[in-house]
């Protein structure tokens, strides 16, 4: 047997296990209810993510109008005072 050949058996070999493998893994319980629990916990953090953006352009939002507040000159300034 050549090199070539000797390599191609090798991943032919390789490549057969892996999916028995595999197959072998997703018939288990234990993959099922690991698979289900992992979509739950992707979803707890996903709705979490979306409070999260939530909050920070709410900050984003009334930072702004802070800061354009300050361009316009509309804090800082006495309200109201005399300059007599």
Known sequence: MDMGLAA???A???TIGGIVVGF???FKKETLSTRIEN???H???QAQLRMLHKSVDRV???LETHIDGH???GYGQTV???PN
Request: proline share 0%; hydrophobic share 40%; glycine share 12%.
């Open 8 to 10: 191609i058996v090798v």
């Open 12 to 14: 032919l070999i390789t």
């Open 24 to 26: 072998m893994q997703s």
């Open 39 to 41: 979509r739950t916990d």
């Open 43 to 45: 979803a707890v953090v």
């Open 60 to 62: 984003g939002d009334r």
């Open 71 to 73: 361009r316009e000159g």
């Open 80 to 82: 109201g005072a005399n």
